[in-house]
């Protein structure tokens, strides 16, 4: 296969590899290394918001369960339906509700 590289020959190549893959590239300009910087900068000021919202919004749909680790006893898990919590475990891929002892 053969690879053909078309540029002006007054700007520097450089080359990096990550693992396998090898890329040839003109070297950018001190210009577009500050440009993309500042770029970079203002899309980060923009999305600051949302990285600091902590959480992850979850949009359940009726009867659909949600699991969570028993923060109480970490050998059971807590199944939560529709505001109906149970505890239990799951044997061959079924929850199986356990009753704590009282």
């Not at 006893?73 to 939560?80: A, G, H, W």
């Amino acid at each position: 296969m053969a690879t053909a590289i078309i540029t002006d020959i007054r700007k520097e190549l450089t080359t990096v590899t990550v693992g396998a893959v090898t890329i040839v590239a003109e070297r950018p300009s001190p210009e577009e290394i500050r440009k993309n910087i500042l770029d970079g900068q203002m899309a980060l000021a923009r999305a600051l918001n949302i990285f600091k919202t902590k959480g992850v919004k979850l949009n359940i749909s009726k009867g659909i369960p949600l699991y969570q680790a028993n923060p109480n006893n970490p050998k059971f898990l807590l199944r939560n339906i529709d505001g109906n919590i149970d505890q239990g475990v799951f044997e061959n891929g079924q929850f199986k509700v356990i009753q704590s002892p009282e």
